[in-house]
Nanobody, 118 residues
Framework: QVQLVESGGGLVQAGGSLRLSCAAS????????VGWYRQAPGRQRELVAA???????NYADSVKGRFTISRDNSKNTVYLQMNSLKPDDAAVYYC????????????WGQGTQVTVSS
């Protein structure tokens, strides 16, 4: 069975950095599109970064230049390096993966909390 497990969240001061990890079992991440999503209280879930099967990356404008998504195929893990964190970045971050980044094709992790203090 497919399992995605996020880790690396925590409390950080504004301007600080965190690296989130999404470790997969039961699926090969390099054979799928993978996205990092976040959801803050009272807000809709948003895609913040994605990496395609071919390794092409895309970012939301709000995080471009600050966040980097990467994939380590040997570890079957996708990372999200988050630098220069802002209070608006605070959210639960979820890893999603599938043949396409649309709900009917995707598996999800349980989420990891990122809190940014000002």
């Amino acid at each position: 069975q497919v399992q995605l497990v996020e880790s690396g969240g925590g409390l950080v001061q504004a301007g600080g950095s965190l690296r989130l990890s999404c470790a997969a079992s039961g699926m090969i991440l390099s054979s799928n599109a993978v996205g990092w999503y976040r959801q803050a209280p009272g807000r809709q879930r948003e895609l913040v970064a994605a990496i395609t099967r071919g390794g092409i990356t895309n970012y939301a404008d709000s995080v471009k230049g600050r966040f980097t998504i990467s994939r380590d195929n040997s570890k079957n893990t996708v990372y999200l390096q988050m630098n220069s964190l802002k209070p608006d970045d605070a959210a639960v971050y979820y890893c999603g993966a599938g043949t396409y980044l649309q709900p009917q094709y995707m598996n999800w992790g349980q989420g990891t909390q990122v809190t940014v203090s000002s």
